[in-house]
């Protein structure tokens, strides 16, 4: 056995006991591989571990290393569907780069105003729809990006225009919203992650009530160091790197 798949197998055990723990199943919960900064072979030894969802949030490594991957795929007669997950902060000179490699859900839209420039050139370049994730600053953590909802419980105007932005994105025509994530600030006790993860899934079961037009399908949160949190705390999706692949390259 691989070292990867060795950790695959840790993570997953990690994973199936913290679903269990709540009542969950294990399989309502996605593990998001998050290969930023690794090179193409870790890739190919995750996929042949058994991954099939891989994160990056670098444009630049995304533009190579898809083109590159796909072509292993092709070359080995590997028909399973690989879906890319973009999680990093988008630039708006960036929309089109990463609209052009067809990601299977973009985590991190924080505006109004990229919204709708995904919407303009994915109607542009008649591209299929793309779904998102709203990225929510509910920690109120400073370096941190997100719509800014850390007293959306307390602070009503808010949570107003949060909806109000919510309900602009909806609107449009090429851009699904699949549901929210958050980050929350890094700490080495993996329960401090709690409240934060508890708050967005509050945020959630609000948006369910009033924008019920809306699939609100995903939580995304958790990393290696509280994804446990996470998924007691509703998390569908968890993106997961240093346990897989250990430290990065660079």
Not at 91 to 119: E, K, Y
Not at 168 to 173: D, F
Request: charged residues 25%; contains cysteine.
């Amino acid at each position: 056995m691989s070292e990867i798949a060795a950790n695959l197998e840790e993570v997953y055990r990690r994973l199936t006991a913290a679903a269990q723990r709540v009542g969950r199943q294990p399989e309502s919960v996605t593990l998001v591989a998050v290969t930023k900064s690794h090179p193409l072979e870790v890739i190919i030894e995750a996929y042949q571990a058994g991954l099939r969802h891989f994160g990056e949030n670098r444009v630049d490594e995304w533009q190579t290393k898809i083109p590159a991957f796909t072509a292993w795929l092709h070359d080995h007669g590997q028909r399973d569907r690989v879906r890319w997950h973009y999680i990093g902060h988008i630039q708006s000179r960036q929309v089109g780069p990463v609209l052009g490699l067809n990601p299977s859900l973009l985590h991190s839209v924080d505006s109004v105003a990229l919204a709708q420039r995904l919407d303009r050139l994915a109607q542009r370049d008649h591209l299929p729809p793309v779904e998102i994730l709203l990225q929510c600053n509910v920690s109120g953590e400073e370096s941190k990006s997100g719509f800014n909802l850390q007293r959306w419980q307390t602070d009503a105007p808010q949570v107003q225009r949060f909806s109000a932005a919510v309900k602009q994105i909806a609107a449009l025509e090429k851009v699904k919203i699949a549901g929210l994530m958050t980050m929350a600030p890094y700490s080495d006790e993996p329960d401090d992650s709690r409240p934060v993860f508890r708050s967005l899934a509050g945020l959630r079961t609000r948006l369910e009530t009033e924008i019920p037009q809306v699939k609100w399908q995903h939580l995304s949160m958790g990393m290696t160091n509280d994804f446990e949190i996470g998924i007691e705390e509703g998390a569908t999706l968890v993106r997961v790197g240093r346990a897989l692949f250990g430290e990065r390259e660079y």
